[in-house]
């Protein structure tokens, strides 16, 4: 067993790197602060990929490096692998979980959201939700691009608590 | 009903939920270095993640008084031990001491010889001025400022300038007493 720290850490370290770009450095450049906060999961992504694929054979293909992600990397991260994958064949991935644990512990100031009407507070927490799902998406692009597998990812919360992340392999 | 006492560190550690260290060192690594890519200037970084700690600290203290169970700490003396013992241990999983007080039990050192936020790190020459643990010292100090202690917290001591260990200041400036709307008794 490695080490660990608590959770918490974690926690405030993520929501904290958010707020600082989201609020501090780009209140109202909100694409700019997802580029940051997506380039700070990338570079862990890619950190960890190698860690933990460096006793490892190389993967043969693109089908197997996604299923060491939904397994062994995921559980590394999560305690708990991807709950269900599905592909078009043609370079779609789509891997969901049903219980993202960054976004179950994820709370709004009760503050701010109280000073806005209820449809402009809606859409805050939408806006802040989808800001923290910038860094596990770099992540997983990040993990990628070092098995050699350049790609797109994105979030998609529609079914909240579970989230899918659609993973596109540029050709 | 048996009143719990104050819990220790080790216990506390034990029964949170944790995760694997890498992830959260390697994510701090990657803050760090996006910061200094973003802000260009060192001191100006220093600046970022001691506010950055200050601001975690701040709700870091609620969680820490919860899962301790640590009631008022009678001096600072106190409350210097309760970081190091109880606080540190319980989210980074570390042992820390404390050292060179002064005379008149205001300002201390806690020393760290292990730092999860350091694991795998190396500071290249261009981040000499870096306090690349700012984050630590902020946290400590905004959540003291939550118990009504103004202080100032400083790096002495930095392993990754070369020292044997991390050696950290803490010197109160001002202690707030607590007033309350309501007296005890009512």
């Excluded at chain 1, 770009?21 to 570079?43: D, M, S, T, V």
């Excluded at chain 1, 989808?130 to 079914?159: E, K, Q, T, W």
């Excluded at chain 2, 216990?11 to 802000?39: H, K, M, P, W």
């Amino acid at each position: 067993m490695g080490r660990e720290v608590a959770e918490s850490c974690v926690d405030s370290l993520l929501t904290e790197m958010v707020s600082t770009y989201c609020h501090r450095f780009y209140a109202n450049k909100p694409e700019l602060a997802a580029r940051r906060i997506e380039a700070i999961g990338y570079q862990v992504g890619h950190q960890l990929s190698e860690r933990y694929t460096m006793e490892r054979p190389r993967f043969t293909d693109h089908l197997e490096a996604i299923k060491f992600i939904c397994k062994d990397f995921w559980s590394e991260l999560f305690k708990k692998q991807i709950d269900n994958l599905k592909t078009n064949h043609r370079g779609t991935f789509v891997l969901q979980d049903n219980r993202f644990r960054w976004l179950t512990r994820m709370s709004v100031d009760p503050q701010n959201e109280s000073q806005d009407n209820s449809a402009d507070g809606e859409n805050k927490v939408a806006q802040a939700t989808s800001m923290h799902l910038y860094f596990p998406c770099g992540i997983i692009r990040g993990a990628l691009s070092n098995l050699g597998i350049p790609c797109a990812v994105s979030a998609d919360i529609s079914n909240l608590p579970a989230c899918s992340f659609v993973v596109r392999i540029k050709a | 009903m048996p009143t719990a006492g104050p819990r220790s560190g080790d216990a506390i550690f034990a029964s949170v939920e944790r995760v694997n260290a890498e992830l959260f060192t390697l994510t701090y690594g990657a803050t760090v270095r996006q910061l200094l890519t973003d802000l260009e200037e060192v001191e100006e970084v220093n600046k970022q993640l001691d506010q950055m700690g200050y601001n975690i600290g701040i709700r870091l203290i609620d969680e820490f008084l919860a899962k301790s169970n640590i009631s008022r700490c009678v001096d600072f003396k106190e409350t210097a031990d309760v970081i190091a013992k109880v606080g540190l241990k319980m989210f980074l999983g570390v042992n820390a001491t404390v050292t060179n007080w002064d005379a008149e039990g205001t300002c201390c050192s806690i020393v760290l010889e292990d730092n999860p936020l350091v694991d795998f790190v190396e500071l290249p020459d261009t981040c000499q001025g870096l306090h690349y643990c700012n984050i630590l010292s902020g946290v400590i100090r905004g959540a003291l400022e939550m118990v009504s202690m103004k202080t100032e917290v400083t790096w002495l001591r930095d392993m990754l300038r070369g020292d044997d260990s991390f050696e950290l200041q803490v010197k109160l400036l001002k202690q707030v007493p607590e007033e309350y709307p309501y007296k005890d008794d009512e």
